[in-house]
């Protein structure tokens, strides 16, 4: 199992980021697809998870309104997408599946 995170982001505040998580080595359509941030100098943080197989989400309450979390079956890849983002929305993002994590994502809000 494999799962493949897109590159670095800077962004300015106020802006969106798309995160990619290409998965492989198993049916992706079976297993949810969990997404944990890292903020500097802070411990991990679920935001939330994607079930491909029907979309269907489940967000920690802090980013409901602000996250949105997608899946492309054609292609086995999960999205986490943040808008309206500031400063402290600086962290790095994991994809997880059952103990497998992806490389991480450094995201950096900065004007």
Do not use: H
Not at 39 to 49: F, H, I, K, S, T
Request: hydrophobic share 30%.
């Amino acid at each position: 199992i494999q799962l493949v995170q897109s590159g670095a982001e800077l962004r300015n505040p106020g802006a969106s980021v798309k995160v990619s998580c290409k998965a492989s080595g198993y049916t992706f359509i079976n297993y949810y697809i969990d997404w944990v941030r890292q903020a500097p100098g802070q411990g991990l943080e679920w935001m939330g998870r994607i079930d491909p197989e029907d979309g269907g989400t489940k967000c920690a309450q802090e980013f409901q309104g602000r996250v949105t979390f997608t899946a492309d079956t054609s292609t086995s890849t999960a999205y986490v997408e943040r808008s309206s983002l500031r400063s402290e929305d600086t962290t790095v993002y994991y994809c997880v599946l059952s103990g497998y994590w992806g490389q991480g994502t450094q995201v950096t809000v900065s004007s």
